[in-house]
């Protein structure tokens, strides 16, 4: 993606500024994805966290239904009660998505609980008689 950003920008050049902004805009987006996906792919390679495009994804449905239905029924869309109580219950759903893959609520290491849990409750092991051969 960050390629084929760079290769129009070198064809097109200084004209590229004249075509419409959506269009800009679409690249720009196009752009920014790709160096998050290169972001995401090099950060997952040193052990870093690998949900970072659910994260993305998250945040990137709610937007991207809202801009859609926008522009297919109009603003008006969402003076209708069962599309705004459907609304509320996506951007609910995403936001509590978005927590759990960047992490925000906490530490989110279970094993890490699990290990401290069971070495607070465990004793040492010691036999009741020592053993004679």
Same mark, same amino acid.
């Given at each position: 993606m960050l390629g084929l950003c760079g290769y129009a920008v070198k064809l097109f050049g200084a004209s590229a500024l004249s075509f419409a902004p959506p269009v800009l +805009? =679409? $690249?720009a987006a196009v752009a920014a994805f790709g160096l998050l996906l +290169?972001?995401?792919g090099l950060h997952g390679a040193r052990g870093g966290p690998r949900d970072i495009m659910g994260a993305f994804w998250a945040l990137a449905v %709610?937007? =991207?239904g809202w801009f859609g239905l926008s522009a297919w029924f109009g603003p008006e869309v969402f003076n209708i009660l $069962? #599309?705004?109580w459907i609304g509320i219950a #996506?951007?609910?759903s995403c936001a509590v998505r978005f927590l759990i893959a960047a992490r925000l609520s906490g530490d &989110? &290491?279970?094993l890490r609980k699990? /290990? /401290?849990y069971l070495k607070a409750k465990s004793k040492p092991?010691? %036999?009741a008689r020592p053993r004679q051969f």
């Open positions: +805009l =679409g $690249f +290169l972001i995401v %709610p937007v =991207g $069962f #599309v705004q #996506v951007l609910c &989110s &290491s279970a699990m /290990k /401290k092991m010691r %036999p």
